[in-house]
């Protein structure tokens, strides 16, 4: 859903601008302190909803309200003010929303799920394979459930992984049969590799996901059909990722908390491993960026809460411990230096 958020203060619009970036899926293209630059934004970028002051010097939010709904009456009007009074005047023009200052996120996540269903734009919770961290499943919307899944053997589950893995592509039948069932028969590995594939699928068809899996004469395929992946979904989103400065900051943070944790980590699947390195390595850089970034802005507790996620993760990584000490040293907690220190000594 695409907005454009007016306010004459600036403060105003950016604590507005952090609130929307939280709940997600909700692209703002302009914030204007200038009432008239908003209208002249809105009549050429045709956004699906406005986000409006009341109160402004050049022009009231009412009245150039009811210019937009003049200009372009599909645009949905959300007013946003610090006064109680201009609620029945708002919805006599026919206002989708009206949000008193404070804001409130909760609130604010009803506002959206009322411009959602207004211009249509409001979709189910999406599937989601989730390999950071190990194997689950889950429905991917505003508030993400986890799906219980029983497998009937961990060869089942360790086989859909190695599939989730080589995903879009075709495996060899025979490069499965080496891999799981290296000391079986021809026959009877064949036989179990048949039954492992049949589990799978009433499996999948048990948690209602659309994946498929495809049989060619010596080959097996994973078909997706829309199902996401969560490393997919963090990897795209890193290659998005612009120059780092305090407009793209939230989104920087927002790609940061799709890793859970290293790829299949807990499952220790050891043809993940060199997959395992290569996204730990790119999410380690990201994280160092993002930490430098802090630390130049001397914002030195954001910094320390990054490292102390690495050590979470990668205990081994000593780049972190060696980062804390210099931290908590700029922040005279020489106390906090020593128990780093002491950690770093046990690890």
Request: net charge neutral; hydrophobic share 40%.
């Amino acid at each position: 859903m695409r907005v454009i958020l007016i306010d004459d203060e600036s403060l105003a619009l950016e604590f507005l601008e952090k609130k929307l970036d939280e709940i997600g899926g909700i692209e703002i293209i302009g914030k204007y302190n200038d009432a008239y630059k908003g209208l002249e934004e809105i009549t050429k970028n045709h956004p699906d909803a406005v986000f409006l002051d009341i109160e402004m010097p050049e022009i009231s939010g009412m009245d150039l309200a009811k210019k937009i709904q003049r200009l372009m009456p599909s645009v949905k009007i959300v007013f946003v003010t610090a006064h109680n009074e201009y609620a029945v005047d708002a919805f006599e023009i026919n206002a989708a929303d009206y949000i008193v200052k404070p804001i409130r996120q909760k609130r604010l996540l009803k506002t959206i799920d009322q411009l959602l269903e207004l211009t249509g734009k409001k979709t189910a919770a999406s599937p989601m394979v989730c390999c950071f961290n190990k194997l689950h499943f889950k429905m991917d919307g505003k508030k993400p459930e986890m799906i219980d899944v029983y497998w009937r053997t961990t060869k089942a589950r360790e086989l859909f992984a190695y599939l989730i893995h080589h995903r879009e592509q075709f495996v060899r039948k025979d490069v499965l049969l080496e891999y799981f069932w290296p000391n079986a028969g021809w026959k009877d590995g064949f036989t179990q590799l048949y039954s492992t594939v049949y589990q799978i699928r009433k499996t999948l068809k048990s948690i209602d996901f659309p994946i498929k899996i495809i049989s060619s004469e010596n080959s097996y395929k994973l078909e997706l059909n829309d199902v996401r992946v969560d490393v997919e979904e963090w990897e795209n989103g890193m290659k998005r990722l612009s120059f780092l400065t305090r407009e793209t900051l939230p989104e920087y943070i927002k790609t940061l908390d799709l890793y859970k944790g290293d790829y299949f980590d807990k499952d220790d699947y050891l043809w993940a491993d060199n997959e395992r390195k290569r996204l730990r390595v790119i999410w380690l850089s990201h994280i160092k960026r993002l930490a430098d970034y802090f630390i130049f802005n001397e914002d030195y507790t954001e910094a320390i809460l990054l490292y102390l996620r690495v050590q979470k993760i990668q205990p081994l990584e000593e780049d972190s411990y060696f980062m804390l000490m210099q931290l908590y040293d700029a922040l005279k907690k020489r106390d906090s230096v020593k128990k780093e220190y002491t950690h770093l000594k046990k690890m």
